[in-house]
């Protein structure tokens, strides 16, 4: 079925360890994004990409880094867990910001 | 201030009944708007998008109001399968979605 892939669904780490978050897009859109959600804060942008090659910070894109292998996939990074990462993380893809999101099932990480 | 505001509820209203939810935007110059539903421990899904002049997908009714800022989404003839947190989602100039934080539904037989 068409739609956003996301790998893991679910993950411990401690903290100080490092972990890639992976998302991929059978859909051909151009805009990608990661976000997480938190109880009370809704969803926040973390990072995106409009387009293959670009990259642009979001709301709150400390403690991470993202690639954008190619069309299809996006990557999110965190290079050294802390407690205050544990959170839902949910990659979404858009055409030409217009149409609105689809998401992706969820990365549930716990940092301990 | 916040970019989206919504009321988080709850809302607990008896099957068939009719409820609305409204969301309030800080920046005017905002372009699109939508609403998202999202069950518990599952991803947000597109409901529908809010036009100017208002628009109807069955029993669901999403209005925009620019003068106000605010956008509204009106659920009649209530299902049990309705219940689910809404999400209003405001998209101002650039490439940037903000959310609101979700009103939570649950309808009660």
């Known amino acids: 079925n068409a739609g956003v892939t996301q790998t893991p669904k679910f993950q411990v780490l401690k903290t100080g360890q490092s972990m890639t978050l992976q998302c991929a897009q059978d859909?051909?859109?151009?805009?990608m994004y990661w976000y997480r959600q938190d109880p009370g804060m809704g969803l926040r942008l973390i990072y995106y990409s409009a387009s293959e090659g670009t990259t642009d910070k979001g709301e709150v894109p400390n403690g991470y880094n993202v690639s954008r292998l190619n069309k299809r996939e996006f990557s999110l990074r965190l290079e050294s867990a802390a407690p205050s990462q544990t959170s839902v993380y949910f990659c979404?893809?858009?055409?030409?910001?217009?149409?609105?999101?689809?998401f992706g099932s969820g990365t549930r990480l716990t940092v301990v | 201030r916040k970019e989206v505001e919504q009321d988080p509820g709850p809302f607990n209203v008896p099957e068939g009944a009719t409820v609305a939810f409204n969301c309030t935007y800080s920046?005017?110059?905002?372009?699109?708007f939508f609403w998202y539903r999202q069950d518990c421990r599952k991803e947000p899904k597109l409901l529908m998008s809010v036009y100017s002049s208002g628009n109807e997908d069955g029993r669901f009714t999403a209005q925009l109001n620019r003068a106000s800022q605010y956008i509204s989404l009106l659920i009649r003839d209530s299902k049990l399968s309705d219940s689910a947190t809404y999400l209003c989602v405001v998209k101002p100039t650039g490439n940037q979605f903000y959310f609101g934080t979700g009103t939570s539904l649950t309808v009660i037989p």
């Open positions: 920046n005017s110059a905002s372009q699109s």
């Open positions: 979404a893809s858009s055409e030409d910001n217009i149409y609105g999101y689809t």
């Open positions: 859909m051909n859109h151009n805009s």
